[in-house]
């Protein structure tokens, strides 16, 4: 069994109704055909530079690899005995990138970190 997280790239002012709803879309079956969002791409360089899913090498965080990448998001299906570093790696660049972060696990949704401040 995995840990399942899932990194969107959703415009600006986006909700976490707003990601709920790409989410059912996806799994309805439902995808966005158009480029892939440049701030997933930088989170996917940036992730697989430090946690490689082509090949996925022993002692990977992976549990299903290569990652699933869509033009507006990424499916990160972790093992679930992989270090905590990887979840905070993939929080930090998650942020980073201005990117919602979705946990399956409980239906949960981060807001990029500038989006949770005051402004």
């Known amino acids: 069994m ?4 899932s990194v969107w790239a959703l415009a600006d ?5 707003d990601v709920r709803a790409a989410v059912q879309r996806c799994r309805q079956g439902q995808h966005i055909e158009r480029h892939p969002d440049p701030r997933l791409v930088g ?10 899913d082509r090949p996925a090498g022993p002692g990977t ?3 299903v690899a290569p990652l699933h990448t ?6 990160l299906n972790l093992d679930p005995g992989c270090a905590d570093q990887v979840l905070l790696d993939i ?8 990117l919602m972060l979705f946990d399956a696990q409980d239906g949960s949704v981060y807001p990029p970190p500038a989006a949770r401040l005051p402004g």
């Open 91 to 98: 929080e930090r660049l998650a942020g980073e990138c201005r």
């Open 43 to 52: 989170f996917y360089r940036a992730i697989t530079a430090r946690y490689p």
């Open 13 to 17: 002012g986006a909700t976490p109704e």
């Open 2 to 5: 995995s840990f399942d997280l």
């Open 70 to 75: 869509a033009a507006d998001h990424i499916e």
């Open 61 to 63: 965080p992976w549990a």
